[in-house]
């Protein structure tokens, strides 16, 4: 029993109620800190509190009396069986009527199953939008060929372990309050497996396993993202013992794109015009990811505005049909001008009566939140 509640409050182990909360009084009034600040003075005020909480609690008393430790970590509190240094755990008293802690009985398999493993894999974005295969080179641990994932050096075999006689389990018998019991624990010789391997094989070391470099082909569907998992079942880890294999997850990592930025299946960019391109309209060239098209400008095409291209955007990974490519455009404005095309310009603004224009003046620019305001209100 790690402390001897009785002896902290110097009472005897069939001492009443009344005796034990006498003792304690008297002893507190010694020990408070505010009479005696000693720090080990401190530690024996705390240790005359455990003991009359335990002591002056019945149920807490039997646990103790039993053998527990009701303030214990594994204890379980008021009511519960203590694990102190001679004391009993509720899984030792299970085990003593069922067998292990774990509830299984007999050997262990020496053949388990392998761990999922997982490869980031880089592709662009046009593999992206339509798809492809790639071959990885993947590291992965594979069934021993020298011994078959057995783990006995080739010639031998695993043996039946003397100890636990092929169970898997040592069972002995012991004392406590509730007299003898009878307990069962994984055997130490065999670890469990009730099997013994006298001569490991020299190429895993009794794993059944060792690690290889391959070369696996996936498939990549149109429409993947940055994160997309591809799994491919039983191309992961070898289980020790030779075991099956677990799975193998490709996580798709997307390169970065010169032109187009990628939202969801819709593609964007953003061009750049003059601004009497702006005003009497124009053709641009854009490279798209199904070929050269002509991006169609209409005369006064202001800043900031767009141009869809259905259709010429990324592939939908499920359904049918793919996104748009959305063009932004950028009105520039020349900083400078020499003396003929500020004159062009001066003659210009004189036939549209843009000499000295007014303005149109309004409320200062709305941010995001000011505008979700004012859709939710009906402005």
Wanted: net charge negative; hydrophobic share 30%; aromatic share 6%.
């Amino acid at each position: 029993m790690a402390t001897d509640y009785y002896a902290v409050l110097g009472v005897r182990r069939d001492a009443g109620q009344d005796e034990i909360k006498k003792a304690f009084r008297r002893l507190a009034r010694e020990l408070h800190p505010d009479v005696n600040p000693d720090p080990k003075t401190q530690e024996r005020f705390k240790e005359i509190n455990a003991a009359y909480e335990v002591l002056s609690d019945p149920a807490k008393r039997q646990v103790y009396d039993l053998g527990g430790d009701p303030l214990s970590p594994n204890g379980g509190g008021a009511g519960g069986f203590g694990a102190g240094a001679a004391g009993f755990g509720f899984s030792d008293i299970m085990d003593a009527f069922f067998g292990a802690a774990s509830g299984q009985r007999g050997p262990r398999s020496r053949t388990r199953r392998g761990q999922d493993a997982m490869i980031r894999l880089e592709i662009t974005l046009e593999e992206a939008a339509f798809g492809t295969t790639k071959e990885l080179q993947v590291d992965t641990a594979v069934t021993c060929t020298t011994c078959s994932g057995e783990g006995a050096a080739p010639g031998t075999s695993a043996q039946t372990c003397d100890m636990c006689r092929g169970k898997g389990e040592v069972s002995q018998v012991t004392r406590s309050f509730l007299g003898q019991v009878m307990t069962s624990r994984p055997c130490p010789q065999c670890q469990g497996f009730g099997t013994v391997v006298p001569t490991p094989c020299p190429e895993c070391a009794g794993d059944g396993r060792v690690r290889a470099r391959r070369t696996l082909t996936v498939k990549i569907p149109a429409g993947v993202d940055n994160g997309t998992r591809i799994q491919l079942a039983g191309e992961g880890e070898v289980g020790p013992g030779g075991g099956p294999a677990g799975d193998l997850y490709v996580e798709i990592a997307e390169t970065s794109h010169p032109t187009f930025q990628r939202r969801g299946d819709d593609l964007h960019c953003t061009v750049t015009i003059p601004m009497t391109a702006a005003s009497l309209g124009t053709q641009v060239p854009l490279q798209t990811l199904d070929g050269l098209e002509e991006v169609d400008i209409r005369p006064g095409t202001q800043s900031g505005q767009s141009i869809p291209l259905h259709g010429r955007g990324i592939t939908h990974l499920r359904g049918g049909g793919r996104g748009d490519l959305i063009v932004h455009v950028e009105v520039q404005t020349p900083t400078k001008l020499d003396p003929e095309q500020e004159d062009l310009l001066r003659r210009l603004a004189v036939l549209r009566g843009e000499e000295r224009p007014s303005g149109t003046f309004a409320p200062g620019q709305q941010g995001l939140f000011s505008r979700l305001k004012d859709a939710f209100n009906g402005r």
